[in-house]
């Protein structure tokens, strides 16, 4: 295959970087080179931010609320139309089984713009009349909003930010992560295809300290929804302050399974082994800390055991891979890193730890076996780290208490999952748990009207629904004096 040119999205079309680098977009699984990709700096950022301000004094500006939603539910269609076309891109950059992102990836990123389409039509706008005056609260636009999203989920959290953005009618300058740029650039093509103004929706490709961080930075933005890890979300938190402008912030995350002795045993080990390698473990909710009670952990362990032994780790367009391949070489290395690492504080692997024996093209591919350790104290490093991998330890507890103190001594706190038929036991845990979403004998239901987002290292602020209207706009108070009373 011949690779591909990504350019910039800026002001209606494609762009070249105004250095005229590049970067290479590289196949995880195979090392085929996908794509030379526009390598942008702060001149694209200015370039594009421009574009935004343009935008929003020209056609963008002037849309109403009605127009967004079609400009939306129109790139949901054409979207739906090239699904199997995002899907392989998406699989391709990524590593991900083509299948999972059929099922996922790509439904999820039609939904978001379905679904911000239809709250932002449905959003009121609040009043609070007085004896002698009305108040009522309209909502307006940022302006120009950065938006810094991540390799795991790239179109599926792109349009979560995305269509949120512009049905409030804001500019948008996505800067996706270099890994996995091509379907930032496809949603630019469709908004473009279905109507969306010259300037409304920008694209910005290259790396986080030269494109991201000059962005976050940016005098004339006006919002910053940043979905990554929490060591570049503190950065950009830093660089974003000084202009005083909107910061959501959704990070990393070492999420708890809590498993009771009192579950359905068979659909909890079928929750834990989902939870923990859904996308080789790289969603920020996955649940790499496994805690059972300790009458059931052995039980429950083999249980695990059995159901990852079955999982097969290839193809990522192979539709019986159930694993794919990691982001990386370089990320490999940092999982196997956290694997020697739980040999020396005393874990035991129980499935996995390897690399599998795969073909060519395969056989350089950034694979690793799914993994459950054992034996470790659950406050060591292993335990506590977010490892971001197909890797999940397994931790005994005695009772609710200590599962609690388990479950909330991490520097974490973005989501837990438990298993439980106990409802008294659900509800009460459930309000001890320091996470900002708690699953009761599931995991990754999703419902989009629902707040998302974390405590503590996992973030500031909310998305989801009105949370995310809320965020993407700025509350206008008009007091209408009624005059005097007659
Ligand atoms: P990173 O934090 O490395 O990168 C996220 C994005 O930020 C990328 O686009 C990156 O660009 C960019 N970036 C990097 N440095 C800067 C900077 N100085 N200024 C502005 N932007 C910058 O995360 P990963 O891409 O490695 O994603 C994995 C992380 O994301 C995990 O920690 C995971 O938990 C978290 N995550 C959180 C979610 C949540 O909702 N809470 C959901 C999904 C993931 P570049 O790629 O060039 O580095």
Redo the contacts with the bound molecule.
């Keep these: 295959m011949t690779p591909a040119r990504v350019l910039h999205f800026i002001d209606g079309g494609p762009a070249e970087a105004a250095s005229g680098a590049s970067f290479e977009d590289r196949d995880p699984a195979t090392g085929e080179l996908l794509a030379h990709v526009a390598r942008g700096d702060a001149a694209d950022v200015d370039r594009a931010v421009d574009a935004g301000h343009r935008a929003l004094a020209g056609a963008w500006g002037a849309t109403s609320v009605d127009e967004r939603a079609a400009l939306l539910e129109r790139t949901a269609a054409l979207l739906e139309a090239r699904a199997d076309e995002a899907a392989l891109l998406e699989s391709e950059d990524s590593g991900k089984p083509l299948a999972l992102a059929r099922r996922l990836d790509i439904p999820r990123a039609i939904a978001n713009l379905r679904f911000f389409a239809q709250a932002v039509r449905q959003a009121g706008a609040p009043c609070h009349p007085m004896a002698d005056a009305l108040n009522y609260t309209v909502r307006k636009p940022l302006g120009v909003v950065a938006l ?6 790239p179109l599926y ?1 792109l349009t979560w930010k995305a269509a949120p953005a512009l049905a409030m009618g804001n500019a948008v300058v996505a ?5 996995t740029p091509r379907t930032a650039s496809l949603l630019a093509e469709l908004l473009t295809e279905a109507g969306a103004p010259s300037g409304a929706f920008n694209v910005v490709h ?8 000059p ?2 930075a940016h005098a004339g933005v006006r919002g910053v929804s ?8 503190a ?2 938190a830093q ?1 974003a302050a000084p202009g005083f402008k909107k910061l959501s912030l ?4 070492k999420n708890a399974t809590l498993v009771f002795a009192d579950a359905d045993l068979e659909a909890a080990a079928d929750g834990a082994v989902r939870a923990a390698f859904t996308n080789q473990g ?4 996955c649940g790499s800390r496994v805690l059972v009670e300790a009458s059931i952990h052995d039980r429950f362990l083999d249980a695990m055991v059995a159901r990852v032994a079955r999982l097969r780790t290839g193809d990522p367009r192979d539709p019986a891979s159930d694993l794919g391949a990691l ?1 990386s070489h370089a ?1 490999r290395d940092k999982v196997e890193g956290y694997l020697r690492l739980a040999r020396e504080e005393g874990g035991t692997v129980r499935v996995g730890g390897g690399r599998p024996a795969l073909q060519p093209p395969l056989d350089g591919g950034a694979f690793l076996e799914p993994t459950l350790v054992s034996g470790l104290a659950p406050g060591c490093r292993t335990a506590t780290e ?1 490892i ?1 991998g197909p890797v999940a330890t397994v931790h005994p507890f005695t009772d609710e208490a200590e599962a609690l103190a388990m479950a909330n001594g991490v520097r974490y706190g ?1 989501s837990a999952s438990l298993w439980t038929r106990d409802l008294a036991r659900a509800h009460r845990a459930a309000a001890r748990l320091d996470v900002g979403m708690v699953w009761v004998n599931t995991w990754l239901h999703r419902d989009l009207r629902v707040p ?3 405590v503590k290292q ?2 500031v602020g909310r ?1 989801g629904g009105g949370w995310s209207l809320e965020f993407f706009s700025e509350a206008v108070n008009v007091c209408v004096h009624l005059g005097e009373r007659s």
């Excluded at 800067?175 to 890994?179: A, Q």
């Excluded at 790289?282 to 909710?285: K, R, T, V």
């Design positions: 810094i999203t991540p390799w795991n989920l959290l800067k996706p992560s270099e890994l290259g790396f986080g300290a030269e494109a991201g961080e962005l976050c940043f979905t990554g890890g929490t060591a570049t979300g950065r950009v660089v959704e990070l990393g995350g790289q969603i920020c909710l982001i990320h977010e971001f973005l998302f987002g974390g996992s973030g998305e």
